[in-house]
């Protein structure tokens, strides 16, 4: 009996931790998710890997230079769901998009929806900002009045 009674506190234990590291993993804490804003910029490096997809972007900052940003995507298995591959944002390639920008202030976020040189606007977010279709609906609106943040939206609509 003390052998399986062993086995079974062991086996909860491992249970226990094994959902903390799950639920961490996919908490968007990190990321401000009231904040919305959309930039431009180079497409440095696409990193179509697991768990989440990475792109890299360098943005121009006021004074001319320019500061590489990372903005992270969902996995390469919703994102092929979508139409999006390893291919999809090529270095060089310049890009309008929005994020949900990280809460320390650092430059990088989440992606919401990114809208590629030929127009078209793919969702390569998987929740940590909100990339689907009324959201670019709403941005492209936006955008057309001049407004960068939804903050900033919001402000003029009062």
Not at 66 to 91: K, N, Q, V
Request: aromatic share 10%; proline share 4%.
């Amino acid at each position: 009996m003390t052998r399986l009674h062993t086995l079974a506190l062991a086996s909860l234990g491992a249970a226990l931790v094994t959902a903390g590291a799950a639920q961490a993993h996919h908490s968007f804490s990190q990321f401000d998710r009231t904040t919305e804003v959309v930039k431009t910029g180079e497409i440095v490096r696409w990193a179509f890997n697991n768990p989440h997809s990475w792109l890299y972007l360098d943005i121009g900052n006021p004074d001319g230079t320019t500061t590489l940003w990372s903005f992270e995507g969902s996995s390469p298995t919703s994102l092929i769901a979508r139409g999006i591959t390893g291919s999809t944002f090529e270095p060089g390639a310049v890009i309008t998009f929005m994020y949900c920008p990280l809460a320390d202030g650092r430059p990088g976020g989440h992606l919401g929806w990114a809208q590629l040189a030929d127009g078209s606007y793919i969702n390569p977010s998987d929740g940590g900002c909100d990339g689907d279709d009324a959201n670019v609906e709403r941005w492209k609106v936006w955008i057309e009045q001049g407004f960068r943040s939804n903050r900033e939206a919001a402000a003029a609509a009062q």
